[in-house]
Nanobody, 114 residues
């Protein structure tokens, strides 16, 4: 399974971004898709994940603010990020597989700064 993430960039506080991650290869094995992030000097942390059935789990820091969704026909997972804060600045990594963290994509940098 290969994962290609996109959608990062520089945004002002309060702005929005939508990340996308498209899976290719042996996509039939994919059950879970999700996002992690790693801020400078910090450990990688879970942001959210979604199962093939649509069940979602969010980190407490983003719950109620970010929305994860997926298009199973396109093997793509999305992360809608409104109301961004400087503390959301990080490299965001896509993950997918039969279980979370089985496969990883390259990161996409999100910078929230004025």
């Amino acid at each position: 399974v290969q994962l290609q993430a996109s959608g990062g960039g520089l945004v002002q506080p309060g702005g929005s971004l939508r990340l996308s991650c498209a899976a290719s290869g042996s996509t039939s094995i994919i059950n879970v898709m999700g996002w992690y992030r790693q801020a400078p000097g910090k450990q990688r942390e879970l942001v959210a994940f979604i199962t093939s059935g649509g069940s979602t789990t969010y980190a407490a820091t983003v719950k109620g603010r970010f929305t994860i969704s997926r298009d199973n026909a396109k093997n793509t997972v999305y992360l809608q990020m409104p109301s961004l804060k400087p503390e959301d600045t990080a490299v965001y990594y896509c993950t997918a597989g039969r279980y979370i963290e089985q496969y990883w994509g390259q990161g996409t940098l999100v910078t929230v700064s004025s």
